[in-house]
């Protein structure tokens, strides 16, 4: 009888049963997105599965985007750390190295500026190379690459070697992640000569853009915004279908104020417009999908009928491109506002970690009052 | 034991064919023929020259800033000269020698350092990319080019040239480390000139020898002497058949003297003296041909006038046409960044054509 010597532990190592659970799932919602991917990629298995269920997440879409055109076209290669046996850190190449083999979905070495520059040799001598970069955060080493050559090597040579890539990149806030997990650089790359930026905003819209990317003769950086990898679910058709690059989506038609946004935050506008219905307010809602070259007339024809805009996006307020759209309608369409143009934006910090993060990002409610406040004007 | 067995960069030996003094080591044969050795020297000659010229026209105000090649012409001439057509060349900026022996006309080359975009445009099967300027960034270009040539199973090399400065980026070290994974057929060639600008090797690294950074990546380095033509020549050809017959990649690191400034805007008398320098003078590539060629009988004053008038001739007449080549069109610094002009550089483009009357 007695108590077992095991039993005797000091007291600070007793914890009750409920701090032994899961912490709330809020905090744990970056595992949790990872760990959902896991078991996508092992149960479902994505890749080898006939395409009975047509409701795909954005995920799935890419995953099928890749490979229906390294189907189409064997030039077409996947390189990338941990893209081939592992099938990608969110699962967005799985099942692709089974079905392509290893030389043609490639895990490299930990290099980012070496797999963006050694995609562009393949580039160069007629592959179409699509490079992943694990992280928006570990895009910076490329942009030697990207700046000082990628873009500039068509310029360079007058058109006798050419860079037909893309760079895919999971970017943007929004998933609790560690530090550098959660960046937006899409101005830093519009700002820069000779290469395409696209964002896609659902599964559907991804598929589309990504086969225009993969086939587009000139270098596109492909923003893919993580926050909404899975959910969003939508029907996704097999098959070739394209989205033109430079051409930025209606997603709703309004009289009242436009509101322009890309990426994760054409979700929360959505979100804020049906809120604003309540106080009548009839918003116009347009998706950029390529950041650089802009579609500029058709936010243009916009501001020409609602007289009033509202711009949406989770990167750094000051040049960020807000900043950019509003000069660009300074340009061509001044005469036409009825109240300056408003920018609902990151600030001009690092993105915090998960404590804070709801500090950072735009949400509806800061989307709402940005409208009324041009709405009042 | 091959060649790059026996001069494993951590054994110390630097590998070497003919002496400074013009005679060869013990060697069954030549590894160039009279006549090819003639007319490389012509070559080297000419490359000579025709950096000297360029020197000269910046002097002028003819030509923008440029980077002299003198005394590195051996490197340059004797790997270019083991190309096959269907090799690439990534020159950094101080090749006018490799690329010149790939097939880029002298007027090609002095349109580029004259300011024309035209310059960096190298003909239909001429497989010699442009200047590259950040250092150090090429290499990864020449790692993916051979990369691809091998999937697709084409027996091709590449090579990229760069110097001692190079081997301390990151790009290179990161072009180094996926050469070695991936086995890609690409010849590293770095010029170790002695300097970047004015940092002496010594401080560029703490290893002994450049060639051994090869041997952390997992594949042969070799140190030759980059004033001699023929072991420059003999490394080269060793390497490129070994990449083309699967062998993988290899680091070749030239030593030889930058006796120029680093680029015309350089004035390197503020970091080194005429008594550094002078040592190197007698290992210059070109007097230890001309010693060797004297003593087969196919060198005389009256022979080398005759190749210097002739070499003359012809790039003062390319000067002439490269100065006659017009101004640019407008559309000219718009029509080359896309594939098509986007609407925003078109937009751009008028704009600049209104404000030029």
Known sequence: ?377 | MGLFDDYHPLKGKMFQILKPDGTLHPIKEPPLSDQETFQLYQKILFIRLADQKALMLQRQGRMGTYAPIHGQEACQVGSAYVLQKGDWVFPAFRELGATWMRGVSLKTIYLYWMGYEEGSRAPEGINVMPVSIPVGTHPLHAVGVAWAAKLKGDRMVTVAYFGDGATSKGDFHEAMNLAGVFKTPTIFFCQNNQFAISVPRKIQTASETLAQKAIAYGFDGIQVDGNDLFAVYVATKEAVEKARSGGGPTLIEGVTFRFGPHTTADDPTKYRTEKEIEPWKPLDPLVRLRLYLKGKGLFSEEVEKRLIEEAQKEIDQVVIEAEAVPAPEVEDIFKFVFSEMTPQLKEQMEYLKGTLG
């Not at chain 1, 589309?208 to 959910?231: H, T």
């Open chain 1, 1 to 377: 009888m007695g108590v077992k010597k095991e039993f005797f532990i000091p007291l600070t190592l007793i914890v009750s049963p409920a701090f032994a659970e899961a912490p709330a799932r809020r905090t744990r919602l970056w595992e949790v997105e990872l760990r959902a991917g896991r078991r996508q990629g092992r149960g479902e298995n994505i890749g080898r599965k006939e395409l009975t269920m047509s409701k795909l997440n954005m995920v799935e879409a890419i995953n099928l985007a890749l490979r229906e055109e390294m189907e189409r076209d064997n030039q077409v290669i996947v390189l990338g750390e941990d893209v081939g046996r592992e099938g990608g850190v969110f699962r967005v190449t799985d099942g692709l190295q089974d079905k392509f083999g290893v030389d043609r979905v490639v895990d490299t070495p930990l290099a980012e500026s070496g797999i963006v520059g050694a995609a562009m040799g393949m580039a160069l001598y007629g592959l179409r190379p699509i490079a992943e970069i694990q992280f928006d955060g570990f895009l910076y080493p490329c942009l030697d690459q990207i700046t000082n050559h990628i873009g500039r090597m068509r310029n360079r040579s007058r058109g006798r070697f050419t860079c037909p890539l893309v760079i895919r990149v999971p970017y943007g806030g929004g998933i609790h992640a560690p530090e550098h997990h959660s960046e937006s650089p899409e101005a830093i790359l519009a700002h820069t000569p000779g290469i395409k930026v696209v964002i896609p905003s659902t599964p559907y819209e991804a598929k589309g853009l990504l086969f225009s990317s993969i086939r587009d003769p000139n270098p596109v950086v492909f923003l893919e915004p993580k926050r909404i990898y899975r959910a969003i679910r939508e029907e996704v058709p097999e098959g070739d279908y394209t989205i033109p690059l430079g051409k930025a989506r209606l997603v709703q038609e309004g009289k009242d104020v436009t509101l322009i946004a890309w990426g994760a935050m054409v979700r929360e506008v959505l979100n804020a417009a049906e809120q604003l219905k309540n106080d009548k307010i009839d918003v116009e809602m347009i998706d950029l999908r390529t950041i650089s070259p802009m579609d500029v007339e058709t936010v243009v024809t916009s501001i020409r009928k609602t007289g009033r805009g509202v711009i949406v996006h989770e990167a750094p307020k000051t040049c960020g491109l807000g900043a950019e759209i509003i000069a660009l309608i300074n340009e061509k369409a001044f005469l036409s506002l009825q109240a300056p143009i408003e920018r609902v934006t990151g600030f001009d910090i690092p993105v915090p970690l998960m404590k804070s993060e709801h500090y950072y990002l735009p949400n509806p409610k800061r989307i709402v009052m940005a409208v009324k406040k041009v709405m009042s004007f």
